[in-house]
């Protein structure tokens, strides 16, 4: 079946660069989407389970309209039967009716007793008497046959009206559904799209007010070293004058010992190269079917979503799964066995297991957008991934075990 997801689920922290902003107007314009951001995505995961349920109950009126079909078929040829009952007597009563006439009855008389109906009970009841009581019960019985083809008739064409308009109800409810995701995931658009020109306006703005405030801190530096050193130009100069003052009678001049030439500092050591992180860890790979049946679910990653049929796990190569009809695929293609149709059977056919006993393969369930019951199933891949039918937008991916939220239950195909 799903999902998850007819709903693109959006973490809003990742809109946003890790820094804090300070309080100003600029930033608590981008709180204020980034709160809106957030109500739109909790509404698309409510849809999403409102979704979900529609799905798997459009699932479940598909296989009822199945079981209709065979009752249909069978309830026709009942019919068929009947019609034939109904024709064998009336021939009987018919050459009943003309042996009567040949020995004694009249023509106009045979004729008002193959056409008498209910309100002629009266005349009807005239000619009966005319005839062999075994040639009544013959009468009684063509009558009899009569009224239990209307009723089956009736019967059917009721069970017919009534499981139309449960399937086309949830039809448009899933229209519904989907034309409200539809618009919200646009209005979700345009709220990233203001807070990523917002970041982008305060982050210039930022990065302008550091390079300023780096600008004025240099300028001062160097006026600081500029002053420091006139000074210092200006203490040897007094020095040398005093001097040349007390050194005046002195034949000569005496040359001050050269500077010391500027030491260069050791060179710097090499950049040490910090150790490789280690890898994430691999789980185990499964065993036989289990690692087929996950390998066979990667391989239908991109196909589309659609409501499924009761009947297409059979097909070789279906272009579109709904989320319990692609695990139910994957599996009956994987090993033979047909499980349950829909998420919530599917939960209660599977043997079931804790997380720490996940292993590829396995089922994992949800209860998605506040749904008290099972509504999405996914099949587990292994590394903390699952493949699932989302949705109408997505078709199937792969994504975290966590995508559709928390799962609520794990299970083992048997």
């Not at 007597?89 to 004694?104: C, E, I, M």
């Not at 002629?120 to 009966?128: G, P, V």
């Not at 130009?233 to 004058?241: E, F, G, N, S, T």
């Not at 036989?288 to 196909?303: D, T, Y």
Request: aromatic share 4%.
């Amino acid at each position: 079946m799903h999902k998850k997801t007819l709903i693109t689920t959006i973490s809003i922290s990742t809109l946003l660069p890790t820094f804090i902003f300070p309080q100003t107007a600029g930033a608590t314009t981008i709180a204020s989407a980034q709160a809106k951001a957030n109500q739109i995505v909790a509404q698309l995961s409510l849809d999403q389970g409102k979704y979900d349920s529609l799905s798997q109950s459009y699932d479940l009126s598909q296989a009822k309209s199945s079981q209709l079909a065979a009752q249909v078929s069978a309830l026709k040829a009942a019919i068929a039967q009947s019609q034939n009952k109904v024709n064998i007597l009336r021939s009987k009563l018919t050459k009943q009716a003309v042996a009567s006439y040949v020995t004694g009855g009249s023509a106009p008389e045979i004729q008002v007793l193959l056409e008498s109906n209910q309100s002629q009970m009266s005349l009807r009841q005239h000619y009966l008497d005319s005839i062999s009581s075994h040639e009544q019960v013959t009468l009684n019985k063509l009558h009899q046959a009569q009224t239990a083809l209307k009723k089956q008739q009736k019967s059917l064409q009721a069970a017919q009206e009534a499981q139309t308009k449960n399937l086309q109800q949830i039809k448009t409810d899933l229209q519904q559904v989907q034309a409200t995701t539809l618009n919200e995931q646009a209005t979700l658009s345009q709220v990233k799209g203001q807070i990523a020109t917002l970041v982008a306006e305060q982050q210039k703005q930022q990065a302008q007010a550091a390079a300023a405030a780096q600008a004025a801190a240099l300028a001062a530096a160097k006026a600081k070293a500029q002053a420091a050193a006139q000074a210092q130009l200006r203490i040897q100069a007094a020095a040398a004058k005093a001097k040349l003052v007390s050194t005046s009678a002195v034949s000569g001049s005496s040359t001050p010992p050269p500077s010391s030439g500027s030491s260069t500092p050791p060179p710097s050591s090499g950049s040490s190269t910090p150790p490789p992180s280690s890898g994430s860890s691999t789980p185990p790979p499964s065993s036989g079917n289990g690692s087929q049946a996950a390998s066979l679910a990667q391989n239908q990653i991109g196909k589309a979503y659609v409501l499924g049929d009761p009947t297409s796990y059979t097909d070789p190569n279906p272009s579109a799964f709904d989320c319990s009809g692609l695990t139910q695929w994957v599996w009956y293609h994987t090993s033979g066995v047909v499980i349950p149709r829909v998420a919530s059977s599917q939960a209660s056919y599977v043997t079931p297991i804790s997380v720490s006993q996940l292993q590829p393969g396995d089922l994992v369930f949800y209860e998605t957008g506040g749904s008290s019951t099972i509504n999405h199933v996914a099949i587990y891949i292994g590394g903390g991934n699952v493949v699932e039918a989302n949705n109408p937008q997505s078709g199937v991916i792969q994504a975290s075990i966590t995508y559709d939220g928390a799962p609520v239950e794990y299970g083992q195909v048997p």
